[in-house]
């Protein structure tokens, strides 16, 4: 058994999908369906990221997040905000390797540097 996709739920498919496709460099698996698409590493070695419409909105903080590495992490921070991510409210603690943003509906999620 493997994790094959991690779905993200959204209620703005359109744009949460714009979004997660720029941001990953993902492909549709498929032709997008209404409401529903699995994006796929172009090169098939990572895990699919799914992304479903849902009638209600997120509540509260996400449960799960993505972790992206990266050996560019101040280049990926100004690339993924520039796409629509915002900077979170949290506090960093000293020495931490990640950054931590929001995509467009809020979802949290970690660029991560691997360089140092």
């Not at 509260?60 to 101040?74: E, F, I, M, P």
């Not at 409210?89 to 949290?108: A, H, I, K, Y």
């Amino acid at each position: 058994m493997y994790v094959g996709s991690v779905v993200i739920d959204c209620n703005d498919f359109a744009t949460m999908y714009a979004f997660w496709t720029a941001a990953l460099g993902y492909a549709p698996r498929d032709r997008p369906e209404e409401g529903w698409a699995v994006l796929r590493d172009p090169e098939g070695a990572q895990v699919n990221v799914s992304l479903q419409r849902v009638p209600e909105p997120r509540v509260g903080k996400n449960r799960l997040h993505l972790d992206l590495y990266t050996d560019d992490q101040a280049g990926e921070v100004a690339r993924l905000l520039g796409l629509g991510a915002v900077r979170s409210s949290r506090t960093p603690e000293p020495g931490e390797d990640f950054v931590t943003l929001q995509d467009p509906e809020g979802n949290v999620f970690d660029v991560v540097d691997t360089a140092g």
